[in-house]
């Protein structure tokens, strides 16, 4: 009894903790442009706070109340870009990371365009990792960058890419998750002829209930996590993953849970490897399994491995 009133007051005090954030640069060509050039203005560019209502319709972009002054630049596709952290701390605190990419109606400037409708995939993730219950743990802590791979296969045209962090320390009430949200217009340019998918809505990809949003970080410790969101496009001419993989199957339990794959980048590796935090494998995933050195593939869940 003691040691949970103990447990109990820590976990009040960390969750105390503040921490909030703006993505305010786009990193194109290794560098970072300026602030808010590329990146619609977030509502909390000032303030910082987080939205928590993923059913408003600025869990899209996070802008209503600004003017909407970005620019469009231009990205290749297959090429890498990012956006910066900003904020109090300037890196990422308990967070998981999802960014998305929907591509502009024909004929609709990108600029001019809200991202309505089901329209939405995801590119990249950075998810926690779990082992059973003795730890969770969130690689993407203390990122002052997250960057990523426009899919080489991705069709040329204009797209919103939307990079999204979701802090989980005051996760355990609904609404209780922080939700850091930002936009950046590009013109993807030597595209591919993939069909990107599966596709989302924002609102609508999250109820807030998904156990990845609505969940006690702290006690008793999750025995896995499921990424919120349907799975990253694995780049495939396809797209066709209709059905995203179910959040719970009789967990056969393959004990083997930290499949180790190690990268050898020596030995002539011709195809694409997985960059640090990236997805390496998972139920589903045809996307690359070898990671960039040093890095290795090692197993979060049955859905999930990631180069760490
Ligand atoms: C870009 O911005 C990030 C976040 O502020 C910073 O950590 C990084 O050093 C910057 N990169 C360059 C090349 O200035």
Request: hydrophobic share 30%; with cysteine.
């Amino acid at each position: 009894m003691k040691s949970f009133c103990v447990l109990v007051t820590l976990t009040t005090l960390v969750a105390k903790v503040s921490a909030h954030y703006v993505w305010p640069q786009l990193i194109v060509g290794g560098s970072n442009t300026s602030t808010w050039q590329y990146i619609r203005q977030t509502n909390n560019w000032q303030d910082l706070n987080p939205l928590t209502d993923v059913t408003s319709a600025d869990v899209r972009c996070y802008d209503s109340a600004q003017s909407g002054t970005a620019s469009t630049t231009t990205v290749a596709a297959g090429s890498t870009v990012g956006f910066t952290v900003s904020g109090n701390p300037s890196n990422l605190y308990h967070p998981v990371v999802n960014v998305y990419m929907a591509k502009a109606p024909a004929g609709t400037d990108v600029s001019a365009w809200d991202g309505s409708g089901t329209v939405w995939f995801k590119v990249y993730q950075i998810s926690a990792v779990t082992d059973g219950g003795q730890t969770i743990t969130f690689p993407a802590t203390g990122l002052a960058q997250v960057t990523f791979n426009i899919p080489s296969a991705t069709p040329s045209g204009q797209y919103l890419i939307r990079t999204e962090h979701i802090a989980l320390h005051s996760a355990s009430y609904y609404g209780g998750a922080q939700f850091y949200i930002a936009c950046a217009q590009v013109q993807v340019t030597n595209g591919g002829t993939g069909t990107p998918g599966p596709l989302v809505a924002f609102p609508g990809a999250y109820t807030g209930n998904e156990p990845g949003i609505l969940m006690n970080m702290y006690y008793p410790i999750p025995t896995s996590y499921t990424q919120p969101g349907p799975p990253v496009w694995s780049g495939a001419g396809g797209g066709s993953a209709t059905t995203a993989p179910p959040t719970s199957t009789t967990a056969k339990t393959t004990t083997a849970a930290t499949t180790t794959t190690t990268s050898t980048g020596s030995s002539g590796g011709t195809g694409p490897t997985a960059p640090q935090f990236g997805q390496c494998g998972g139920q589903g995933w045809t996307g690359p399994t070898v990671c960039t050195a040093p890095f290795t593939c090692k197993a979060s869940n049955q859905y999930y491995s990631q180069c760490l």
